[in-house]
């Protein structure tokens, strides 16, 4: 079973910054796309950011220009970079494959003052 270990997570003061790193079990890994995914209290999980295994990025519009999402091969590893960190930013933020398969605990992120 694929195992997906976050973490990286904690309070923030808004236009703080984090960053979160993701480590991985899974086969292969520079095969998958990757994703950062987050799920705020009462909403639906969404996903923020992904990488090809090409290395080819794309993210919400909600976070574009101030999240970054990079990944090591080598080291089966992910991580995501928030800069500007907003009270809405605060979730649960999670990485999986894109489309997603099973959960890991995930890693709270708390933006405020």
């Known amino acids: 079973q694929v195992q997906f270990v976050e973490s990286g997570g904690g309070l923030v003061q808004p236009g703080g910054s984090l960053r979160l790193s993701c480590a991985s079990s899974?086969?292969?890994?520079?095969?998958?796309?990757m994703g950062w995914y987050r799920q705020a209290p009462g909403k639906q999980r969404e996903l923020v950011a992904r990488?090809?295994?090409?290395?080819?990025?794309n993210y919400t519009d909600s976070v574009k220009g101030r999240f970054t999402i990079s990944r090591d091969n080598a080291k089966k590893m992910v991580y995501l970079h928030m800069n500007s960190l907003k009270p809405e930013d605060t979730a649960v933020y999670s990485c999986?494959?894109?489309?997603?398969?099973?959960w890991g605990q995930g890693t709270q992120v708390t933006v405020s003052s």
């Open positions: 899974v086969s292969f890994y520079s095969l998958w796309t």
């Open positions: 999986n494959f894109v489309p997603p398969t099973n």
């Open positions: 990488i090809t295994s090409g290395g080819s990025t």
